[in-house]
């Protein structure tokens, strides 16, 4: 159970707590360890079930709930204590946070300010010891990457599907590759998913949407990376709006560790929501005229909006394909910057991966290829930030040149 945030609540009225423990079930890392609906019982609830967390719901009766907030603070020091409450007014809330609780919300609770205020009393928990607890730094938040090409066939659904594969290997990772290249994705059909739910379910829904929904909502690959596929029907595209996204991107983000975005390459209103939530944008290329023009170009519009030119990493995809291919170097001097990333021409194995519906992690686990993406998944994870062989010889492990 650990990262696992064990909660009790106390709510006398059933109308109001089972909606709160309906959002509470939904949230992976919480574990709901009591229920109580009266307040007179909660200080024994509280001793013998010990959680990390008390939710403490006042419209019953406010005096006795602050009465309760009170008694908890003095006798659990370390449990902290979420109130909430309809009445959202400056004394309500001053009453509760006087009595001892550290964090309020108003009623009904919106997902995201319940996550919101999670993820607070998390890094703020202390130990009964006094130190902040060893799951107090547990999941903050997730890691954003988004795959942009630079032409089409660059190479975007091969490196970003891989990536998320490679990714999801490591057991401490949760990964969802969102499939963004909403008319003519292909994520899918490169891990051979037939999904019962789209991006445009959860558009559809996005008014009651809740983290049980989302994630029945993405479709799990053998691998353990998980999928939200385009909409199956070109007609839905219209009905996933930019603020859709950008709530369930929020949303994802309380639950996976590593979110990665196939882009279309259009820049569409969703292409930039996605990368303007991102961390990372991978920025792919090839080493020839019209991949390397649009690097420019593209590195000139994002770089117009602050905050986003820092976070593009150019990756130069089938290094090694021709004979004529422009030089690393030439590549380098063009977009002026450098590259981070090259992914060697691998041919046969990732058609073949790409036709067999499967990753290369099962269909050529030792090709380049998937070699090259195994080290830039460490590297985007902080494993080992450097391209292998870069240490050696600054010039790149695929020695082309
Ligand atoms: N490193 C590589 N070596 C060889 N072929 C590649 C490589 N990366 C991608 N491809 C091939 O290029 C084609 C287009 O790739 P894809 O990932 O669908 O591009 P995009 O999503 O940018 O349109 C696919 O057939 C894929 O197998
Ligand atoms: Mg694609």
Not at 52 to 79: E, G, R, Y
Not at 336 to 345: A, L
């Amino acid at each position: 159970m650990k990262d696992m945030l064990r909660i009790a609540i106390v709510d006398p009225s059933d109308s109001t707590r089972e909606p709160l423990r309906n959002l509470l079930l939904g949230v992976e890392s919480v574990w709901l360890e009591a229920e109580c609906s009266r307040y007179e019982f909660f200080i024994d609830v509280a001793k013998q079930s010990n959680p990390d967390l008390v939710v403490i719901t006042l419209d019953s009766d406010h005096n006795k709930a602050l009465q309760l907030i009170q008694t908890l603070t003095a006798d659990f020091a370390h449990m902290p204590i979420l109130a909430v409450s309809a009445r959202g007014d400056g004394q309500s809330i001053l009453h509760a946070l006087r009595a001892g609780a550290k964090e309020f919300l108003t009623a009904p609770v919106v997902l995201e300010e319940l996550l919101q205020a999670l993820t607070r009393l998390r890094t703020n928990r202390v130990g009964a010891d006094g130190m902040p607890a060893s799951n107090g730094q547990a999941r903050v938040e997730s890691s954003v990457v988004s795959v942009l090409g630079s032409r089409g066939g660059v190479g975007c659904t091969s490196l970003a599907v891989n990536l998320g594969v490679n990714l999801a290997q490591d057991s401490n990772h949760s990964v969802a590759l969102i499939d963004l290249d909403l008319a003519l994705g292909d994520a899918d059909v490169a891990l051979d998913l037939v999904p019962d739910y789209t991006l445009a379910d959860v558009a559809l829904n996005i008014d009651r949407l809740d983290m049980t929904f989302l994630r029945r909502s993405l479709c799990k690959h053998e691998t353990g990376l998980y999928l939200l596929p385009h909409p199956v029907q070109m007609e839905d595209i219209a009905l996933i709006h930019e603020d859709h996204l950008s709530r369930v991107i929020g949303l994802l983000r309380a639950s996976y560790t590593h979110l990665i975005f196939d882009l279309s390459k259009r820049f569409t209103p969703t292409d930039w929501t996605a990368m303007r939530m991102s961390d990372v944008i991978l920025l792919v290329a090839q080493l020839e005229l019209t991949s390397l023009r649009n690097v420019v170009r593209m590195l000139h519009t994002l770089g117009n909006e602050e905050g986003l030119g820092d976070r593009i990493q150019v990756v130069v995809n089938r290094v090694g394909s021709e004979d004529g291919e422009i030089t690393l170097k030439k590549a380098e001097e063009t977009i002026g910057r450098p590259i981070y990333w090259q992914v060697p021409n691998d041919y046969k194995p990732m058609l073949g991966a790409r036709n067999a519906g499967v990753p290369l992690l099962t269909f050529a686990p030792k090709c380049k290829a998937q070699q090259s993406l195994v080290a830039l998944a460490n590297s985007l994870s902080g494993k080992d930030p450097q391209q292998p062989g870069q240490k050696k010889e600054r010039r790149g492990f695929f020695s082309f040149r």
